[in-house]
């Protein structure tokens, strides 16, 4: 299974599930996430989704290897799908959160930093490493800057290369980092089920107001 949504009460459990390929974002795996945001969206029983990336992180970001035999318009409208998919993560009324371990590369950061609250394990691998391989996912971008400023997004996507995950939680990506002998999936459910008891009217209303 590329991805599935596990449910724990009122918690839902995002698995991305291409272990094989460090979760690359492949058109096949972003059209079934964005039929979950769907169900998700309109799922009145869940009120919290958690996103966590299955084997060695979290994900590698967008598959490379499939968009190179991709005509360009191909190309585009999958990476187009990513964007989408991303966005749909701020805009779900429930509060999101990315369990973040391993691999957080390219378009699998931008996938974490579209959640609400970013929980970033200590040994956690992040970067944005398109700009040596031209390529450029520019729909992440804005969010990039809105978290941590024009100043640092600019480093980041200019240089390529990685950066910590205590240097992501100073400048506002990671909203927590996880001792790396901790499980990051289990804090962040403990935080799910504390935002779960909270009334689910005001934090969808929160969350349209905030523009997300």
């Given at each position: 299974?590329?991805?599935?949504?596990?449910?724990?009460?009122?918690?839902?459990?995002?698995r991305?599930?291409?272990?094989?390929?460090?979760?690359?974002?492949?058109?096949?795996?972003?059209?079934?996430?964005?039929?979950?945001?769907?169900?998700?969206?309109?799922?009145?029983?869940?009120?919290?989704?958690?996103?966590?990336?299955?084997?060695r992180?979290?994900?590698?970001?967008?598959?490379?290897?499939?968009?190179?035999?991709?005509?360009?318009e191909?190309?585009?409208?999958?990476?187009?799908?990513?964007?989408?998919?991303?966005?749909?993560?701020?805009?779900?009324?429930?509060?999101t959160?990315?369990?973040?371990?391993?691999?957080?590369?390219?378009?699998?950061?931008?996938?974490?930093?579209?959640?609400?609250?970013?929980?970033?394990?200590?040994?956690a691998?992040?970067?944005?490493?398109?700009?040596?391989?031209?390529?450029?996912?520019?729909?992440?971008?804005?969010r990039?800057?809105?978290?941590?400023?024009?100043?640092?997004?600019?480093?980041?996507?200019?240089?390529g290369?990685?950066?910590?995950?205590?240097?992501?939680?100073h400048?506002?990506?990671?909203?927590?980092?996880?001792p790396?002998?901790?499980?990051?999936?289990?804090?962040?459910?403990?935080?799910?089920?504390?935002?779960?008891?909270l009334?689910?009217?005001?934090?969808?209303?929160?969350?349209?107001?905030?523009?997300?």
């Open positions: 299974m590329l991805a599935k949504l596990e449910k724990l009460g009122k918690i839902g459990i995002l991305l599930g291409r272990a094989e390929r460090a979760n690359a974002l492949n058109r096949q795996l972003l059209e079934l996430l964005s039929d979950i945001q769907d169900s998700v969206r309109t799922d009145g029983e869940t009120r919290v989704l958690i996103t966590v990336g299955e084997g992180g979290f994900s590698a970001g967008s598959d490379l290897e499939e968009l190179a035999g991709l005509s360009p191909d190309a585009v409208e999958t990476q187009r799908l990513e964007g989408q998919v991303c966005r749909n993560f701020l805009s779900l009324p429930q509060p959160i990315a369990a973040v371990h391993g691999y957080a590369l390219g378009g699998g950061l931008f996938l974490a930093a579209h959640h609400d609250f970013r929980m970033i394990t200590e040994g691998r992040l970067g944005l490493p398109e700009v040596g391989l031209g390529w450029n996912p520019t729909f992440g971008m804005a990039l800057v809105a978290l941590v400023g024009t100043s640092t997004a600019t480093r980041w996507l200019i240089s290369a990685e950066f910590t995950p205590a240097e992501a939680q400048a506002g990506l990671a909203t927590s980092l996880v790396a002998r901790d499980d990051v999936l289990a804090l962040a459910i403990e935080l799910g089920q504390r935002v779960a008891a009334p689910a009217g005001g934090l969808a209303a929160i969350k349209e107001a905030l523009g997300q």
